[in-house]
């Protein structure tokens, strides 16, 4: 471990970066630098949000889908 992995930024990470970040990890792309650098702004709350929002939108998505789909076998 590094000391410039442990430097807490006073950069707020802007909203699309954290959308970005969050969505690579949910498909496990994300890599080890990336996540450092998430979360050298010792921020963790707009990531957590993120993650629960964007579960929500594909569990909602997921829903929806099969809704569509299930439409269609009751003609």
């Known amino acids: ?3 410039r992995s442990l430097e807490v930024s006073s950069e707020k990470p802007a909203l ?3 959308a ?3 969505l690579a990890a949910f498909f496990g792309v994300q890599s080890h ?3 450092e650098k998430d979360f050298s702004s010792g921020r963790f709350w707009p990531y957590i949000l993120m993650g629960l929002i964007l579960a929500l939108a594909f569990v909602v998505g997921v ?3 099969v809704q569509f789909a299930l439409s269609f076998s009751h003609r």
């Open 1 to 3: 471990m590094s000391f």
């Open 16 to 18: 699309w970066k954290v």
């Open 20 to 22: 970005c970040s969050v």
């Open 33 to 35: 630098r990336n996540y």
């Open 63 to 65: 829903y929806l889908l």
